[in-house]
């Protein structure tokens, strides 16, 4: 299902096109035998969770959590489309969120694809491979919800295309895609500040100089209330906090944006922070900045950070005191070599904490409650039902 926003004002945004403008991580896993892509089944959504049960009004139920699934119900951070090679086919990446339950999709691109003519398929496979942001993913996967639209689940496109270094082209490159999908892509990201992992493939982190020069694409994603998804790391175990001036320095010049943070800046290069001293940076950045919210997808983060019960405990206690600034998410890449036990198995995963957070927090972080505030989308979670 496609929920379409009208756009308006890109125009003045930008004059000189105005009277043209219409109106209006995460590695494969290996190829064996094994792990063809098995055919689309005729699926349908987990038992028990359903759109009709997100539809407000006077006869919506209640949500049992002794006897419905904890895992996520928004997919906030699904890449459609992998790094180079072959995509799952779209209508099959649908069939697994609605076999999982998961109702609500952002549809990622990748902000990173690698050159046809180099045969890689994962930048990591191929260092020295330049992966650079482009358009043909985010191209592809408009064109694919378009004619295949499903009717369970509701998808929002995001641009990924964006290269924070090279800011200028951005507004000319929302106008392309203006032209054809006008009013479709309400998500920007992921897209990258700093990645360390990307940095043998001639990623370097974007130089704070280019900051102050993404004001006239900010000004549109304001105007249209359109979330920015920045990947930025923090650093690495030997230097945490190596980058976050970075974010910062985002966060201070463009306050009044919608900023997701994802994976609370963790990566596979900064597994050892201890979870006292992340949870405090991350809780003053939450207070200093009222309009950031934090992607908390990536099996890196619960397989680092969410593996002890104590570890545990402080991240259910932080996400119960900050409900309305969470996103729940896979990080899942729709390779070709990945099957539905993959994107079963990250659902499971990134889910895990969920089942441990106070009602309040499982409304709005696992039923989605937070996403479709922030996306004025015409849904609702349900109440929790309390024990008789
Ligand atoms: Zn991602």
Known sequence: MIVKQMVMGMACLMAASCAMMPAGEEAPTATTPEAVAEPAPQSAPLPGRTLAMFTPGPDQACYDRDTLPSTMVVDTHNHFRPFGGAAIPFEETVSYLERT??????????????????????????????????MQNDLANAANLIDYDPETVVLTLSMTFPDLARPQQIPDQIALLDR??????????????????????????????????????????????????????????????????????????????????????????????????????????????????????????????????????????????????????????????????????????NSAILADLDDEAFRRIALGETYFRMLDLPYRAPDICKAP
Request: net charge negative; glycine share 8%; charged share 20%.
């Open 101 to 134: 339950g998961v109702l609500f999709a952002n549809v990622y691109g990748i902000g990173q694809s690698l050159p046809f003519s180099s045969g890689c398929e994962y930048y990591l496979d191929c260092v020295g491979t330049p992966a650079i942001p482009s």
């Open 180 to 349: 054809t999908y006008d009013g479709l892509f309400r998500w920007m990201g992921e897209v990258n500040l700093v990645k360390q992992a990307l940095m043998g493939n001639g990623h370097v982190a974007t130089p704070m100089e280019a900051i102050p020069e993404w004001a006239p694409f900010m000004a549109i994603l304001r105007e249209r209330n359109i979330p920015l998804a920045i990947h930025s790391d923090l650093g690495s175990d030997e230097t945490p906090w190596h980058y976050a001036g970075l974010m910062e320095e985002v966060l201070r010049t463009y306050p009044d944006n919608t900023i997701i943070w994802m994976h609370m800046g963790l990566s596979k290069e900064l597994t050892t922070l201890a979870a006292e001293e992340h949870i405090a940076k991350m809780q003053g950045f939450l207070d200093t900045y009222p309009n950031l919210y934090l992607d908390i997808s990536w099996r890196v983060v619960p397989d680092a950070y969410f593996d002890t019960s104590e570890k545990k405990a402080a991240y259910v206690a932080f996400f119960n005191a900050n409900p309305g600034r969470i996103l729940t998410g896979t990080d899942f890449v729709a390779s070709h070599v990945k099957t539905f036990e993959v994107y079963e198995e990250e659902v499971a995963v």
